[in-house]
Nanobody, 115 residues
Framework: QVQLVESGGGLVQPGGSLRLSCAAS????????LAWYRQAPGKQRELVAS???????NYADSVKGRFAISRDNAKNTVYLQMNSLKPEDTAVYYC?????????WGQGTQVTVSS
């Protein structure tokens, strides 16, 4: 069973930066697709960024050029570096790990962008 634990959320001013981390248990991390999602109050959960096994990445248009996803397979950890944060980035951010039919979620970490 895979467990995902996010950390790094908090309160930041507009224009600031945060780095989220997600530590995973289990042995399938390096062969999984890893992603970050977010859900703002009253809105659906949306895909923010994905990291694929071959090294490619994908981003939502709203975060391109500001956010960067990376993974460290040796540490079973995926990161989301968030720069130039905006109030509309405020949400609960969730880590996701997918392998074949298996789909795992973390508990979420709150990111609030406000002055």
């Amino acid at each position: 069973q895979v467990q995902l634990v996010e950390s790094g959320g908090g309160l930041v001013q507009p224009g600031g930066s945060l780095r989220l981390s997600c530590a995973a248990s289990g042995s399938i991390f390096s062969i999984s697709v890893l992603a970050w999602y977010r859900q703002a109050p009253g809105k659906q959960r949306e895909l923010v960024a994905s990291s694929y096994i071959g090294g490619s990445t994908n981003y939502a248009d709203s975060v391109k050029g500001r956010f960067a996803i990376s993974r460290d397979n040796a540490k079973n950890t995926v990161y989301l570096q968030m720069n130039s944060l905006k109030p509309e980035d405020t949400a609960v951010y969730y880590c996701n790990q997918r392998y074949l039919a298996y789909n795992y979620w973390g508990q979420g970490t709150q990111v609030t962008v406000s002055s």
